[in-house]
């Protein structure tokens, strides 16, 4: 984990600091979804330097030790690490909580923001903006693709892996699922006779001390509430099934199996246990389902989601509220007057089969987890389908440059101007480390330049 460090004080408290109140944590969970950007990265390293370094509500080794087994899981990390924390601290309340405001506001952000990209989508300055804002979406699809590379790319199988993905979806159009299923079969048994080929090895970074005694230390005894025991297991997962078979079932009911608001909560369910690697991983998979199959959103349309979802705090998979929203409002589920309602509606029923899952992960796995301390195995899958990953996300990234550099696909006319933006922008990126807002803020303005600069000199 790359994490901005806090200066450590010469002399570090010497004990550790009061019990955090319910009430202490709710006011932390809240601001930290407003201040939540810079994707998983960003968000973790805010979580580090507040919790870790700052308020030493969690030791570093415990904190690294959650972090672990959430990169195992489908779904946000960041999101769920905050949910674990959480959790720890309050019991499941606390875990709920913090992982419910770590997505709320985002969730009213993007209801709006897409509220507005619909209204008035057409209005010349809001094309603009978004005109520069699409090669840099492409350039940042690309520089994702490199910096998970970087980290899973270790040996020649690994490369491999990647390069046969791609080909799987770009040649063939092979499902991310099966590609998924392929690189986990690869992984578990290439582990039985190659172990160190499929090491998952790098971690986040090597263990830092110096910020004096946590509330839950490296040694604090695990908390009643956070042991194992079969009949919690048991709750967790009865819960969590129940409230997804009530919320599914009433969709149901309500609008039958071929209902939009039905396929679009199944659809969901099955990207949420998909999303290995993040949220541009699964990218590929929702753009195959949201624009091919259920028609609910378009090429550029998904785009400019992703755009959106850059700009706004809260995890990357928060894109997938503007395709409901989008969705909602294009397939009018609610009647043509009630366009906004049926949007917002398709956006939280999305958004509640989206994070569903994390929560009984966490829930449900977090006390096996503190009974292992250090002792995760089962890494080789990951390995390989974050190898595989990396060929899905670099198909990604030629898919949005076709649709930015050939609006008009490949029979019109090359677009010389967005294909200089989006060269400045992976500049930006891979050389000069500019972050994500100040890029996509630079790159709309320079779109919106150009879009009124151009009619003036015909």
Not at 16 to 22: D, Q, Y
Not at 305 to 328: C, K, R, S, Y
Request: hydrophobic share 55%; glycine share 12%; proline share 6%.
């Amino acid at each position: 984990m790359s994490a901005p460090h806090a200066s450590v004080p010469a002399a570090a408290p010497a004990s550790p600091p009061a019990a955090v109140s319910f009430a202490e944590a709710f006011r932390f969970w809240l601001k930290l979804g407003f201040i939540g950007f810079g994707g998983p990265a960003g968000q973790i390293a805010i979580m580090h330097a507040e919790l870790v370094e700052q308020r030493r509500w969690i030791s570093e080794q415990r904190f690294l030790h959650a972090l672990n087994y959430c990169m195992l899981l489908p779904g946000p990390e960041a999101q769920q690490l905050a949910t674990y924390i959480g959790w720890l601290l309050h019991r499941t309340w606390g875990g709920i909580v913090a992982g419910v405001l770590f997505v709320l506001p985002s969730l009213f952000i993007l209801i709006t923001l897409s509220w507005v990209y619909l209204r008035f989508g057409d209005v010349p300055v809001v094309a603009g903006i978004f005109y520069g804002i699409k090669p840099a979406v492409t350039a940042l699809v690309l520089h994702a693709a490199h910096r998970i590379g970087t980290r899973a790319l270790k040996n020649g199988w690994m490369w491999g892996i990647a390069a046969a993905s791609f080909i799987a979806i770009f040649a063939f159009d092979a499902p991310f699922p099966a590609i998924v299923v392929a690189a986990a079969l690869i992984g578990h048994f290439g582990a039985r006779r190659w172990p160190q080929v499929f090491a998952l090895g790098g971690g986040h970074g090597n263990v830092k001390t110096g910020y004096g005694p946590a509330l839950i230390d490296d040694h604090t005894p695990t908390p009643p509430h956070a042991r194992f025991t079969r009949s919690g297991l048991a709750t967790v997962l009865a819960v969590g099934l129940g409230l997804w078979l009530l919320a599914f079932g009433a969709l149901l009911l309500a609008h039958g199996w071929q209902g939009t608001l039905t396929q679009m909560g199944w659809f969901f369910t099955k990207a949420a246990l998909l999303t290995f690697g993040g949220a541009y991983a699964v990218l590929p998979y929702v753009y195959q389902g949201a624009v091919e199959t259920h028609q609910w959103v378009t090429g550029p349309q998904m785009i400019d989601g992703l755009a959106l979802g850059e700009t706004t705090p809260g995890p990357l998979i928060m894109v997938v509220a503007f395709v409901g929203f989008v969705g909602g409002w294009a397939k009018q589920i609610l009647g043509p007057d009630a366009l906004f309602m049926g949007g917002a509606l398709a956006a939280t029923v999305v958004t509640f089969f989206t994070f569903l899952p994390s929560f009984i992960f966490i829930l449900a796995g977090g006390p096996l987890v503190e009974a292992t301390h250090g002792k995760l195995g089962f890494t080789a899958p990951l390995s390989a389908i974050t190898a595989a990953v990396v060929g899905v996300i670099l198909n990604l990234a030629l898919f949005f440059a076709y649709h930015v550099l050939w609006p008009q696909g490949f029979g019109g006319r090359f677009d010389a101007l967005s294909a200089a933006i989006g060269v400045a922008a992976a500049v930006a990126l891979f050389r000069f480390k500019v972050g994500v807002l100040p890029l996509l803020g630079g790159c709309a303005a320079v779109g919106l330049a150009a879009t009124r600069l151009v009619p003036l000199l015909q």
